[in-house]
């Protein structure tokens, strides 16, 4: 298995749509398609063109999440007397060049999506807050992927105290945003291919 976040995994999802960018391939603008969508076209295309991979800007916000994400697991473990499996790159069933990477297996139908956000915004889902729409997305597309029923949505901060740390909310599969999804992706791609197609013409045109 090819550790995540290194450059082999970033090289394993070269040029396909992963989970963290669904939101932006559905995002529209009261105009129609959105500068996200547009930009995240753009970034594939390059990939497919060169084979090298697009590796985005990191906030100190989302350092200090990724140097949190295993103390988040750990705890998660522990409390629900569960062995998370670590896990790569997972190909979407039948849509090509698209797939998923799960922070965690869990047993055999579920997974887990952990989020180490700033204080504010842990507290605001321990109250009772709705978990982010684009991050229902990311979770609904990695069941798609993973073929899986459940996701546990976890949110993690170890700088409060003991019994505020962990959250975690069950997220059941959807079938319907799931065929929502899964459209846009394909829209998405065929729109990906034909771009490539349209810059190669140039070429023969030259």
């Not at 989020?115 to 069941?143: F, N, R, S």
């Not at 069950?170 to 065929?179: F, G, N, Q, T």
Request: net charge negative; hydrophobic share 40%; proline share 5%.
């Amino acid at each position: 298995m090819i550790e995540q976040g290194t450059p082999e995994w970033h090289q394993l999802r070269c040029g396909k749509v992963t989970a963290s960018r669904v939101a932006d391939i559905m995002r529209k603008t009261k105009s129609g398609v959105s500068a996200s969508r547009q930009r995240y076209l753009g970034e594939l295309v390059a990939e497919r063109l060169t084979g090298c991979p697009t590796v985005g800007f990191k906030s100190p916000d989302m350092e200090w999440g990724n140097a949190t994400e295993d103390q988040a697991c750990a705890r998660y473990a522990f409390t629900r007397d569960v062995t998370p499996k670590a896990i790569d790159f997972v190909d979407h069933p039948s849509i090509v060049l698209s797939g998923a990477s799960p922070d965690r297996l869990i047993a055999d139908d579920g997974l887990i999506e952990i989020k180490c956000p700033a204080i504010h915004t842990h507290l605001d889902i321990l109250m009772g807050g709705a978990i982010e729409p684009d991050y229902v997305k990311q979770i609904q597309w990695q069941l798609a992927c993973t073929e899986r029923a459940w996701c546990d949505y976890v949110s993690f901060n170890p700088l409060l105290p003991t019994h505020l740390q962990l959250f975690v909310r069950r997220v059941p599969r959807d079938e319907i945003a799931i065929r929502e999804i899964e459209t846009a992706v394909q829209a998405f791609l065929a729109d990906v291919a034909s771009t490539i197609e349209a810059l190669n013409r140039l070429e023969d045109a030259a």
